[in-house]
Structures are given as C-alpha cells and as structure tokens.
C-alpha cells in the first residue's frame, strides 16, 4: 500500500455488528454519526453518510434476509479525506450498481410506491461498489468532505 492508501488511525477499522433486525438501525445510525464526526468529516458528510447507510442496512435486512436470522456487519475506515463505509451480509447476492435509475420525472401517483432507497444512496455518496465474496455481499459507500489534519474546509 501507498502512504495515500493507508488508513488514518482516527477512524481505522471501527465494525459494529449487529443482528439483521429494523430494531437495531438506531444503533447503526448512531456508530456512522459517532465515527464520520471522530474522522472529522464535516455535519452535511455526517448526515449524508448516515442516511446512506442507514437505507442500505434497511434494504439488506428487508429486502435480502427477507426476516431470516443473520448478521449485518459496518465497517468505518478513513482514507485520505474520504470516509469510506462497508457493510457486510450473508444474505443470497445482490448487487444495487445494477439497479437502473428510477424514473423521478414521472408523476407520484404513478410511480410504484418505495424503491428509492438505493437511489438516494448514489446521490448522498461519492461512489457505491459492490463485491460478493466467499463470506457473501459487500457494499462500500465512499463519501468526501473530511477535514484535512490541523483543519480547514472539505
């Protein structure tokens, strides 16, 4: 690795885990706010990567263990001034980059009701990846705007 690719040590390799339940999205939402603000990113990076995360959390849990037990695992790290977020599940592969866009322009009442979530991810984030390994889905969210060491503006 790169000096550039090295993680910075405020944030590197924070996980929470938790139990594939909406009844743990709090805690979720709460751990990407403590962290994005510990690696110094600025309140509309935190806002942004905190519902980014918490409507891909709600898309595995809902939509890929379907109420099966499983675990969702979020992984924080810092690179550079990017904070960089995966999320990690064992739910049957699914890759959101291959979801088309949703058509926004058409009137609400024709439009089927959710399926926006992976949608706002894209816009609240500077890039959506998606890997399935042998330990299942991983989806990284990538935001800019930290603060450089010793301050300043994103």
Known sequence: MSELEQ???VAAGSVLRI????????TVRSFIRHEAQRAGADPRAVADIVQAVDESVT?????????????????VDRFGSS????LRDQAPPFDPTQLRAPDIT???DK?????????LTRELVDAVTYQHTKEGNELT????????PGGGKC
Not at 83 to 86: A, F, H, N, P
Not at 111 to 119: C, I
Not at 141 to 148: G, Q, R, T
């Open 19 to 26: 139990p594939a339940t909406v009844n743990h999205l709090a």
């Open 106 to 108: 058409s009137s609400l």
């Open 111 to 119: 439009r089927p009701l959710g399926g926006l979530g992976v949608f």
């Open 7 to 9: 993680p910075d040590p």
């Open 59 to 75: 898309n595995a849990i809902l939509h890929g263990y379907r109420g099966s037990d499983g675990t969702v695992e979020v992984e």
């Open 141 to 148: 969210l990538v935001k800019e705007c930290i603060s450089p």
């Open 83 to 86: 904070l960089i977020v995966r």
